[in-house]
T-cell receptor, first 115, second 113 residues
């Protein structure tokens, strides 16, 4: 199993450009998440999804959008990139709450720089 | 609002030493607590998950304990090795937040040969 995969690994954007960060999981998990990690900090939740067609905001959703058309995919969209969005972005997935071992599995991350 | 704090922010120890990493959280109404390892430039690897009803979990040289009522967890690493050098993050899942995790800022561990 590939687990959680993310593309691209690295990207440099100019201010005002847009891009989509891709995330795919092959574990048939209902729950998927997007986090950002700034240097020396923990992870902060941007958006999450409890299943196809259902998304909700996390702690820091401003400047981002998500969609969930399939169980496997959960893309994150930046519409007007700003320097404050320079960060490392992690996608994660987990099985349904209440299952015996509801851990989150993380992708390798996308390192984004906005200049 | 749940806040998670990890102390110390950085720790440097000689190889072979036993060590303890600390994690505290402000809201004791948690569903579980998870410890992760993060290597430089890499993603997160789950180490241990403790359900709120459990007191501890063990995996190899790692032992994680949970005192839910006092809002504390510790990660004990026995006989540390240079390969243990990484950042260790703890994260809590609140009972009412679905599966969302709140992360601490991590402890950067360096084990010197």
């Amino acid at each position: 199993n590939a687990g959680v995969t993310q593309t691209p690994k690295f990207r440099i954007l100019k201010i005002g450009q847009s891009m989509t960060l891709q995330c795919t999981q092959d574990m048939n998990h209902n729950y998927m998440y997007w986090y950002r990690q700034d240097p020396g900090m923990g992870l902060k939740l941007i958006y999450y999804s409890v299943g196809a067609g259902i998304t909700d905001k996390g702690e820091v959703p401003n400047g981002y959008n998500v969609s969930r058309s399939t169980t496997e995919d959960f893309p994150l969209r930046l519409e007007l990139a700003a320097p404050s969005q320079t960060s490392v972005y992690f996608c994660a997935s987990s099985s349904l709450p209440g299952t015996a071992y509801n851990e989150q599995f993380f992708g390798p991350g996308t390192r984004l720089t906005v200049l | 609002k749940q806040e998670v704090t990890q102390i110390p922010a950085a720790l440097s120890v000689p190889e072979g030493e036993n060590l303890v990493l600390n994690c505290s959280f402000t809201d004791s109404a948690i569903y579980n607590l998870q410890w992760f390892r993060q290597d430089p430039g890499k993603g997160l690897t789950s180490l241990l998950l403790i359900q709120s009803s459990q007191r501890e979990q063990t995996s190899g040289r790692l032992n994680a304990s949970l005192d839910k009522s006092s809002g504390r967890s510790t990660l004990y690493i026995a006989a540390s090795q240079p390969g243990d050098s990484a950042t260790y993050l703890c994260a809590v899942r609140k009972e009412t937040s679905g599966s969302r995790l709140t992360f601490g800022e991590g402890t950067q561990l360096t084990v010197n040969p």
